[in-house]
């Protein structure tokens, strides 16, 4: 390709960025304006945010992957939102752990992320709107439920307002280059389970493996200390300076965390929805399936379906469940009618979009 094609291809590129930059700016200033007419009112509504990003992927023409289309169009939504009011999103910290990629992924950059301590202090704040939203890991591809927060979602008033679907890649980190002289591995203890295979055939038996809060914590531990090495993600090394020894260890491959977004808000109607809710049965033979026959009986595909002790009692369980449709679909209203003249306690904690990216 000669000079003059070249320059004949920036100087377009040249043109198109202006007149992106105009469009942007145009953008901005209707969401500003959007924002001045609520005077106060909510201002993030997942069901729009996600009717916009399934509509950008599907006109998409490409080259450019409907996937990162609708990232790039993410970015945006979050900085024109900023320019009504920044959100504040609790997520369990440090810096650096998949909970935070999962809140950066939802609600773009231009949201301040709030590390906390534990899940509980994150709803403790959300609760007391001291912060806008929390984003909580609910279950994993390989581990399955975490429990501490389908614990938390019995009691709290929060309501689900989205879903996060992260991809899990765990690396073995280190501060110095080579595996020789590890004594220990600290990561969280999902981390530890996901990789044990990886880790059985890698390192010494003698290497202990030591469970923390978190991954970013596990990180912070192995930059203090050379003998020691961490399971993390690509945010916690980076965040910590440290070398990747191994990347990708997780035993799954398609090893998957699903996190719920969780505010004040209920949610309106997309077309392509999930309701969560919590239900107990009596226990006696054959409750379950008396309980969830209105399920079936009016259609409604079931995603999830969790047991956990209800402490109530012993041997007394409540139910997690999740469908396919929002609870004002009709056929999903008359299930959840079903349901609660089955059972003395039906929950619904929210109907949402699902996940888009």
Not at 260 to 283: C, E, F, R, Y
């Amino acid at each position: 390709m000669s000079e003059q094609q070249l320059k004949q291809h920036r100087d377009a590129i040249d043109r198109i960025d202006i007149e992106i930059l105009h469009l942007l700016n145009q953008r901005a200033q209707h969401a500003r304006e959007i924002g001045e007419i609520k005077g106060g009112g909510i201002i993030y509504r997942p069901e729009r945010e996600a009717q916009v990003l399934r509509r950008i992927k599907e006109q998409n023409p490409g080259p450019l992957p409907g996937e990162s289309v609708a990232r790039l169009f993410r970015e945006i939504m979050s900085e024109c939102l900023a320019l009504e009011k920044p959100l504040s999103i609790a997520y369990l910290g440090p810096e650096g752990t998949f909970s935070q990629l999962a809140t950066l992924k939802h609600f773009g950059h231009a949201a301040r992320t709030v590390a906390c301590s534990s899940i509980d202090e994150a709803f403790r704040l959300v609760e007391a709107r001291a912060l806008d939203y929390v984003v909580a890991p609910v279950e994993n591809s390989t581990e399955g439920a975490v429990g501490r927060t389908l614990d938390l979602m019995v009691s709290t008033p929060l309501k689900v307002c989205g879903e996060v679907v992260l991809r899990i890649h765990h690396h073995l980190l280190r501060n110095s280059a080579g595996t020789d002289g590890i004594r220990r591995v600290y990561a969280h203890a999902q981390a530890l389970a996901q990789c044990h295979e990886w880790l059985n055939k890698n390192l010494p038996a003698d290497v202990e493996r030591v469970s923390v809060a978190s991954n970013a914590e596990a990180a912070r531990l192995a930059a203090e200390d050379g003998s020691c090495a961490a399971i993390a993600g690509q945010a916690a090394a980076e965040r910590f300076n440290l070398l990747k020894l191994a990347e990708n260890i997780e035993d799954e491959p398609n090893n998957t965390t699903r996190f719920l977004v969780l505010g004040h808000q209920d949610v309106g109607q997309t077309g392509q929805d999930k309701t969560s809710l919590i239900v107990s049965a009596p226990n006696r033979p054959g409750a379950v399936h008396y309980l969830l026959a209105p399920i079936a009986d009016n259609g409604v595909s079931m995603t999830k379906f969790e047991s956990r002790p209800s402490r109530a009692g012993l041997w007394d369980y409540v139910f997690f469940i999740d469908v396919e449709g929002h609870h004002d679909d009709p056929n999903v209203a008359k299930a959840l009618q079903g349901l609660m003249e089955r059972t003395s306690f039906v929950k619904v904690l929210g109907a949402y979009p699902q996940a888009v990216l």
